[in-house]
């Protein structure tokens, strides 16, 4: 990270906010290593793009409940009760603008990356319209495919109490959709979708190949629970269904058997034909 742009410093005061299992401080990582690949072959401000990919995601885990950890923090930001009410892009622009504003960053990069943070969710149907927006709205959405994508899926329903997956007919192949229930479900509302919908180069063939594997997951699920098929998938379930609130993997050692994270206690099933996929796969992801 360049220095002269304040990254180093964004990064840490960022780190403190990405208490959501779905929204990790590593999911901010992988956006921002996506977007410096974007920005080789994609003419981009950089001094707007990168600070608004780092600090997209700061009121993540404030939307509608949640309590930031440090009061000076609150201070810095403007913090007040009704940002808990709010959606987390338009909250966290809000934040963004008094922390950049507060380290005395350029002004008039400063509009441009509230822009970019208040349109980064693909779920609002924004097309941003400039460029550093696009990069890290796409970025964004990639890193909700694939072996990353389906671990931050997974990992809520637990958390909220609910399956991942209906017990007889996982797919849907014969009832409603319903991923309020089943987190599965959600993979046909919403992430199999996202395939056609990207528009820059390096993303759309990355993005691609996500897609299939999570298509592979299912068809295997499939498999295991209607046809009795033993692959690993219900293995791999259970492990993450255990250990919904665990850090997704250590940042410097994220392939070690070492420690409390949910890769580490993955990489112990040595025997697991689809944990050994899915460990391959994720490899390519976030590295």
Known sequence: MSKNMNLEIISDFVRDFMNHPGHQYSHVLRVYHSALRVAEFVEADEEVLFPAVLLHDIARANEKSGELMKEDAKKIIGYSPSDTLTCHALTGAKWAESYLQNINYNSEKIKNIVYCIKNHRYSTGIIPNIMEAIILQECDKLDALGAIGMVRTLVHYPL??????????????????????????????????????????????????????????????????????????????????????????????PFSCEGDYLVSKLMRYDNNFFIKKFLAQLETEIL
């Open 160 to 253: 909220i109490n609910k399956r991942l997956f209906h017990s007889s007919d996982p797919l849907a192949r014969h009832r409603k959709l319903d991923d309020d229930e089943y987190a599965v479900d959600h993979f046909f509302v919403k992430l199999l979708k996202l395939k056609k919908s990207f528009t820059i180069g390096y993303i759309k063939e990355e993005a691609v190949e996500r897609h299939e594997f999570m298509e592979l997951f299912l068809n295997l699920l499939e498999k295991q629970v209607v046809k009795k098929e033993d692959n690993g998938v219900l293995e791999f379930l259970e492990v993450i269904y255990d250990n919904p609130g665990l850090e997704h993997y250590n940042l410097d050692k």
